[in-house]
């Protein structure tokens, strides 16, 4: 099963990338908990409606926002995902040149929680994991 959350992971990706929020949202479980690291101190987005939300929030904001997949683990009922995003902010041309790392829960081939954060090791305290467990290095 969890190495069916890695190619659902990269499609969700994918489907960020093409912006085809119907692909978005049908990875999505009903009662998805979105933590992008945008908005988590205002407490994410809730549901289906939540990642609609995320979704045009993150485009307004971030109109030509892409990433790039470098790796996407298998850690059982969860992801962990290192990518590379490229974007320039709207209204400005201040470049957002950065990598983030995206830990992910999927129940029933869905999404149920989301979070991207700056590092691996916040990536891997989100989901009550350290780098031991994963039998990977934190990176520098």
């Known amino acids: 099963m969890s190495q069916e959350n890695m190619k659902l992971a990269r499609r969700a990706f994918d489907a960020f990338n093409r912006r085809d929020l119907d ?3 049908a990875l999505s479980h009903e ?3 979105v933590e992008s690291r945008l908005v988590v101190m205002e407490g994410g987005y809730h549901g289906r409606e939540g990642v609609r939300r995320w979704w045009v929030h993150t ?3 971030l109109p030509d926002y892409k990433i790039e997949v470098e790796e996407v683990r298998d850690l059982g009922e969860f992801t962990l995902a290192r990518i590379h995003a490229h974007a320039h902010g709207a209204g400005s041309a201040a470049p957002l040149d950065e990598t983030i790392w995206h830990a992910a829960q999927w129940r029933d081939g869905r999404y149920v929680w989301w979070r991207n954060v700056m590092t691996e090791d916040e990536a891997l305290d989100a989901i009550g994991l350290r780098e031991s467990d994963t039998g990977h290095e934190a990176s520098p």
Do not use: T
């Open 23 to 25: 692909a978005m949202l």
């Open 31 to 33: 009662d998805v908990l």
């Open 59 to 61: 485009f307004d904001v």
